[in-house]
């Protein structure tokens, strides 16, 4: 559990320095998502979620 708590932890950090670092590359962002196709977002998020899930294995294995 300590671990879940750690992930979410630092996904908080790194979404507050997007926000407080760079807002408006956000906004710029978020406007272009919509033109982006459902396949390829759902592809590059998957891309994501097997690299995490590497990642993770790398390091607790």
Do not use: C, H, N
């Amino acid at each position: 559990m300590a671990d879940f708590l750690t992930g979410i932890a630092f996904f908080l950090v790194i979404e507050g320095l997007v926000y407080a670092l760079a807002p408006s590359s956000l906004k710029r962002m978020a406007a272009l998502l919509p033109g982006i196709p459902d396949g390829q977002l759902r592809f590059f998020g998957l891309i994501s979620l097997v690299a995490g899930v590497g990642l993770v294995w790398m390091i607790r294995g």
